[in-house]
């Protein structure tokens, strides 16, 4: 890869598996963002859906898609995604990472939080895509420090994707009212303006964040794609948000572009 101007960051809010088959407002947003966005040579993508114990990169060279979900309709789980992946990729990521923190994984693939949105931002499947795993044993500090890692690769035409939700609290979805609770539009509202102010430091700390964070983020896999985004901002990079909705009560759609 040649030496080019920075690419965005993208920090998507994925939602529910059905945005991959849908027509919503979200699916438009992120198709927008793909078109108003430099065409990425390869696509990295850290998913609150691949949780593992050490962190892992995919070293297929094709990645299955994974329906890593139950209790939806059988359309959904005849898409595919046949992006290729790429091992090479896969060991220049571990060799910037530290080989000796970061393993390669060939039994993995794509899972929805990666191919769900990619399918709409890429239909044609034609960009390689290399998925990063989440170490649940890391502290997000420590996320935020392997994520800054990554930052050269912005400069080789790698997209880096965080997809996850700002809030996303499953078990107190509203399927049949959809009128966002009090809780989960402050806790957005909150979090949008500390990105607005670059202050990462608050947004690691996030416990400290009031009581909105414990109904928010009763667990932390979906919001920790958020700080891999935000710890590759530079200086120089602008900021903007889209789908910014909260849903089915307790889901943030909110997304950010950073560059």
Not at 76 to 86: K, T
Not at 164 to 182: A, C, F, M, Q
């Amino acid at each position: 890869m040649t030496a080019e101007r920075q690419m965005p960051v993208l920090f998507v809010g994925h939602g529910n598996p059905m945005n991959a088959i849908e027509e919503t407002p979200y699916v438009a947003a992120w198709r927008k963002e793909a078109r108003v966005i430099p065409r990425p040579k390869m696509i990295l993508c850290v998913s609150a859906h691949w949780e593992t114990d050490g962190t892992k990169v995919t070293a297929m060279k094709s990645p299955r898609t994974i329906h890593d979900f139950y209790g939806f309709p059988e359309e959904l789980f005849r898409v595919q995604y046949p992006a290729s992946g790429s091992p090479d990729f896969a060991e220049k990521v571990r060799e910037l990472a530290g080989p000796e923190t970061l393993a390669a994984d060939r039994s993995w693939g794509l899972d929805h939080g990666a191919w769900s949105v990619l399918r709409r931002m890429y239909p044609d499947a034609d960009v390689p895509v290399v998925q990063l795993s989440l170490d649940r044993k890391k502290s997000p500090r420590e996320h935020v420090v392997m994520a800054k890692k990554l930052l050269p690769f912005r400069k080789e035409g790698v997209l880096i994707i965080g997809s996850g939700n700002i809030v996303h609290n499953l078990s107190l979805l509203r399927w049949n009212d959809e009128t966002p609770y009090p809780w989960a539009l402050e806790f957005n509202a909150l979090v949008t303006g500390l990105i607005r102010e670059g202050n990462i430091d608050r947004l690691i700390d996030y416990p400290s964040l009031g009581e909105a964070f414990r109904l928010s983020i009763p667990t932390n896999e979906h919001y920790l794609p958020l700080l891999y985004a935000l710890a590759l901002r530079t200086p120089e990079d602008s900021l903007s948000f889209f789908a910014d909705q909260v849903v089915l009560g307790s889901i943030s759609m909110q997304s950010v572009r950073i560059g």
